[in-house]
């Protein structure tokens, strides 16, 4: 599932101090793969280089 700008995910990646919180897609950026990379802007900061397999779409009851 690709997503846009503005959208509500939330990250899984156990390696970031973000894992298993959710944030605000600021960026989208595409490789030259053709693979989509995500900036998530979190309360506490960002984190920038996201792939997609490590979002997950928000429910609105979570955000």
Do not use: P, R, W
């Not at 503005?6 to 919180?21: A, C, Q, T």
Request: aromatic share 8%; hydrophobic share 30%; charged share 35%.
């Amino acid at each position: 599932m690709a997503f846009e700008k503005g959208d509500d995910v939330i990250l899984h990646d156990k390696h970031s101090e973000y894992d298993g919180e959710v944030g605000e897609v600021s960026q989208v950026s595409e490789t030259m793969f053709g693979d989509n990379t995500y900036i998530v802007q979190f309360e506490e900061g960002q984190e920038a280089g996201i792939a997609e397999e490590s979002l997950e779409a928000a429910d609105e009851d979570e955000e």
